[in-house]
């Protein structure tokens, strides 16, 4: 019965992303650019994001201190919600078309989303590293590679 709540989950989550990324696409500029003033990146990232247990053990990974355990080098957290994930991230990259997506970044009150991408590309590094494919060959190109 778990298994079954958390497949509805998931889907209505895919769903509000596609109908949001519907939205994004076909409303105008001046309309995006209010999607942006109302948090539609930060609800982006949110999703592409691991949670904040995952986000501070990759950040305090990249400058550990001495003696500290080695790096944890599980990529399993991309494997959650792939389809949602995809979707926000077309929709951050469609909206990032406007200068005010770049300066959403650039406000410290969202440096945090900065930050955890930034931990999560070196944390993510080796295995994206190792499992490349080929943009010519889509179907080689894995889901940690699709979403650095």
Known sequence: ETREIENNTDASIVLALQIFAR?????????????????????CLTILLPNPTEQEKMHDAM???????????????????????????????????????????????????????????????RAVMDQQGSVAVLSTVGPLERYA
Request: hydrophobic share 45%; charged share 25%; net charge negative.
């Open 23 to 43: 939205v994004a696409a076909d409303v105008n500029p001046d309309l995006q650019l209010k999607l942006i003033g109302q948090g539609a990146m930060g609800l």
């Open 63 to 125: 400058c550990p201190a001495d003696g500290a355990e080695p790096e944890d080098t599980d990529t399993s957290e991309a494997l959650v919600l792939p389809e949602a994930r995809l979707v926000a991230g077309a929709v951050a990259t469609w909206l990032m078309q406007h200068e005010e997506g770049y300066r959403w970044f650039v406000d410290r009150r969202n440096a945090k989303y900065s930050i955890a991408m930034f931990s999560q590309m070196h944390h993510w590094r």
